[in-house]
DNA sequence: CTGTTAGCGCCTTCAG
DNA sequence: CTGAAGGCGCTAACAG
């Protein structure tokens, strides 16, 4: 069929096992015999079969990047970090990973597919980004999978999850502290500095009570709460007191530390927190377009309306103008993330930023490298930092 | 290490055949042993180790799917309906594809790279999506790597790319006839239709000539000249003379397609191809803004500028804002691809639509079932549709 | 319908 | 520094 390390080894006039050795770089090779071979190889047009390697060594070049919405910028960014950098850092010829993303649509069941089938290719990593979804069940079977990809020996980094299980926001903290402000008006951003969730889940395999503790090597934390505290307090401060928020799915965990973030600066500053002013939906600006539409029937009263991401602000702003209603001076609106595209809306977003491209980097390097995370447990906190632009200002009756 | 079919086989007391049989279901095995064999796997919670499997059948699950950015939706959008569609394809438990995107950021370097790297992995198929580079030497290598990816019995699947080494544009048709118009406003799309373009390459293998066709299995080509084409004579209808384009990298084939189409437009109108009003650039919203300063500091008197595509757009429009011209009334925007974004720009983006989502699904299937396209040579075309809304209009003066 | 027997192509001790 | 030999876990003919 294709051409074999052996017809390479033949051609070169020597063994496959010195072929192997210096295709792999492993073990020293006299100079003379190593450009023979390679020499041979490309003459040849030799690619290794990669199932024959991973087999014989077990262990193969796959990573997985696992992503809940590929046609999500939000998610697109991560991952295209985390691709650069992996490629990036294998330095010698033939070392190449083999990046990949797997889209799982947000639901349970195709990431725990995407994971098995990672687990069957005995990929080297595997990178989990963004929220993770809320169900017991559910967590408890990602939990499994994880420790027994941990277990054969592929790295697991979260990015932009919680620690495995746990409920806790923030804590351990070593990018920054906490949430800053920055942009024009510099409203304040109080720093959040909840508890540290817990961490890891202990799960021993049937073969060895090794790999008993987190089989998660790496976890990079985003500060969703503090970010959306720091958002909320500045449309506070501004003297909103009816503020309309649009929240994404109930289950993600991103989804609920965001809307914690939200509920803190209104305790913080004793406003009631209206059960009607709070919509779910999916992350997307249709959702946002109809949680606008209903928040504005159910509430005109409304000065304000955050929503859990930029895209869904997008919508938000849309379904406004629709409406009539001028932004910011009728309505002010908010985001988080901030995507690039924030910039473009009329007026341009307020919102959170969240270094993605940054943390996706270091995804890449902390599943490619061996080395481990710096905070406690493996926890790295990324920050939040509210970004103040045109679309919030005070509200109309002040 | 980890458990094998044989754990498996010994636990169901049966022989690894067997045990191999069922989970691959392709031999007649007793129902009751069939049971007693599920019920060790689960038992045992046995993965298939897909590089054993891979290197006995000699054909893998993996599915690669090149990308030239994945934060960009236009890209993301065509992978996840092709991942949806591959997953959905894969009906019997074991069967599960691994469909992964992979990000090349427009890098030929990178293109190559991840095609060496799916080739080493044996894919069982790579579909190639968006613009080709236009670069003899690497238009050459793409088409050798796709040859022995193909004589390996990797499917091939270009989506949103031309068919291979070809110049020409639209051609054997499929989907529908050309573009159309739709939307407020019917301007008249004006059908594009070129000769067809070359196809394939003639490639034999060392090992036996077979494959000596075209590599690839098939081709959907979107109509981007067409598409283009309607889109600036809706701006030349409304009487537009000066319009202004942002085009995107100079060495890609989508952005000359597009190109091509404009300047067709023109020509047909009598309209001069000013060389000043163009201006080329990455396919990014940064592009837009530094391209639309540029041209109207060096051309005041543009009463229009098209952009190729969405993302452009968003940043000529933010650009001319911050210039004070208003949009549409002293300066229309258009752009391309039909994102969902495209409708909460204010105002509305006109633009032309392109069935991502349905492409990339037709890829995914083309790509994994047997069957082959439906035009003559394999290649199919994707129409693209004039959607008009409101950033195009009259310019003042009339 | 099921067990037995060979490899698939490569890596990796173990000798030399 | 290099060659020889065994096996990684699974599949695919063959027999039965």
Same mark, same amino acid.
């Given at each position: 069929?294709?051409?074999?390390?052996?017809?390479?080894?033949?051609?070169?006039?020597?063994?496959?096992?010195?072929?192997?050795?210096?295709?792999?770089?492993?073990?020293?090779?006299?100079?003379?015999?190593?450009?023979?071979?390679?020499?041979?190889?490309?003459?040849?047009?030799?690619?290794?079969?990669?199932?024959?390697?991973?087999?014989?060594?077990?262990?193969?070049?796959?990573?997985?990047?696992?992503?809940?919405?590929?046609?999500?910028?939000?998610?697109?960014?991560?991952?295209?970090?985390?691709?650069?950098?992996?490629?990036?850092?294998?330095?010698?010829?033939?070392?190449?990973?083999?990046?990949?993303?797997?889209?799982?649509?947000?639901?349970?069941?195709?990431?725990?597919?995407?994971?098995?089938?990672?687990?069957?290719?005995?990929?080297?990593?595997?990178?989990?980004?963004?929220?993770?979804?809320?169900?017991?069940?559910?967590?408890?079977?990602?939990?499994?999978?994880?420790?027994?990809?941990?277990?054969?020996?592929?790295?697991?980094?979260?990015?932009?999850?919680?620690?495995?299980?746990?409920?806790?926001?923030?804590?351990?903290?070593?990018?920054?502290?906490?949430?800053?402000?920055?942009?024009?008006?510099?409203?304040?951003?109080?720093?959040?500095?909840?508890?540290?969730?817990?961490?890891?889940?202990?799960?021993?395999?049937?073969?060895?009570?090794?790999?008993?503790?987190?089989?998660?090597?790496?976890?990079?934390?985003?500060?969703?709460?503090?970010?959306?505290?720091?958002?909320?307090?500045?449309?506070?401060?501004?003297?909103?007191?009816?503020?309309?928020?649009?929240?994404?799915?109930?289950?993600?965990?991103?989804?609920?530390?965001?809307?914690?973030?939200?509920?803190?600066?209104?305790?913080?500053?004793?406003?009631?927190?209206?059960?009607?002013?709070?919509?779910?939906?999916?992350?997307?600006?249709?959702?946002?377009?109809?949680?606008?539409?209903?928040?504005?029937?159910?509430?005109?009263?409304?000065?304000?309306?955050?929503?859990?991401?930029?895209?869904?602000?997008?919508?938000?702003?849309?379904?406004?103008?629709?409406?009539?209603?001028?932004?910011?001076?009728?309505?002010?609106?908010?985001?988080?993330?901030?995507? *690039?595209?924030?910039?473009? %809306? /009329? @007026? !341009?977003?307020?919102? #959170? =930023?969240?270094?993605?491209?940054?943390?996706?980097? +270091?995804?890449?390097?902390?599943?490619?490298?061996?080395?481990?995370?710096?905070? *406690?447990?493996?926890?790295? %906190? /990324? @920050? !939040?930092?509210?970004? #103040? =632009?045109?679309?919030?200002?005070?509200?109309?009756? +002040?």
């Amino acid at each position: 069929m294709s051409v074999t390390l052996s017809d390479v080894a033949h051609r070169a006039q020597v063994s496959p096992a010195t072929v192997s050795r210096v295709l792999n770089g492993n073990y020293p090779v006299a100079e003379a015999t190593r450009e023979r071979v390679l020499r041979a190889v490309t003459e040849l047009d030799y690619v290794v079969n990669g199932p024959a390697s991973a087999l014989a060594a077990s262990t193969s070049d796959l990573v997985g990047i696992l992503v809940n919405d590929i046609a999500d910028p939000f998610f697109g960014i991560m991952a295209s970090a985390a691709q650069a950098r992996i490629s990036a850092v294998a330095a010698r010829p033939g070392g190449e990973k083999l990046a990949v993303v797997c889209n799982t649509g947000g639901s349970p069941a195709r990431e725990l597919t995407y994971l098995t089938l990672l687990q069957r290719q005995r990929a080297a990593a595997v990178i989990l980004t963004g929220g993770a979804i809320e169900d017991a069940e559910h967590s408890a079977a990602v939990a499994a999978k994880l420790a027994k990809l941990a277990a054969a020996g592929t790295r697991i980094v979260l990015c932009g999850r919680p620690p495995l299980d746990a409920g806790g926001g923030g804590g351990s903290g070593s990018w920054s502290s906490g949430s800053g402000v920055v942009g024009r008006g510099g409203v304040s951003g109080v720093p959040e500095a909840a508890p540290g969730g817990a961490v890891g889940v202990a799960l021993g395999s049937e073969l060895g009570s090794e790999a008993a503790a987190s089989p998660v090597t790496a976890t990079l934390s985003f500060d969703n709460r503090g970010g959306a505290r720091a958002l909320t307090e500045h449309l506070l401060s501004l003297g909103h007191r009816r503020i309309g928020y649009v929240a994404g799915p109930a289950e993600r965990t991103t989804t609920r530390h965001r809307l914690e973030g939200h509920r803190e600066a209104l305790r913080a500053a004793r406003v009631t927190d209206d059960p009607a002013l709070l919509l779910h939906g999916a992350y997307d600006r249709t959702s946002g377009v109809d949680a606008a539409r209903r928040l504005l029937d159910a509430a005109p009263d409304l000065t304000a309306i955050v929503a859990a991401n930029d895209t869904i602000a997008l919508g938000v702003c849309t379904a406004a103008r629709a409406r009539g209603l001028r932004v910011p001076e009728d309505l002010s609106v908010a985001g988080f993330d901030d995507l *690039p595209s924030a910039t473009d %809306t /009329v @007026p !341009a977003l307020t919102t #959170v =930023r969240l270094p993605l491209y940054e943390a996706g980097a +270091r995804a890449g390097l902390l599943a490619t490298t061996g080395e481990a995370a710096a905070g *406690p447990d493996g926890v790295e %906190t /990324v @920050p !939040a930092q509210l970004v #103040v =632009r045109g679309s919030t200002a005070a509200p109309r009756g +002040r």
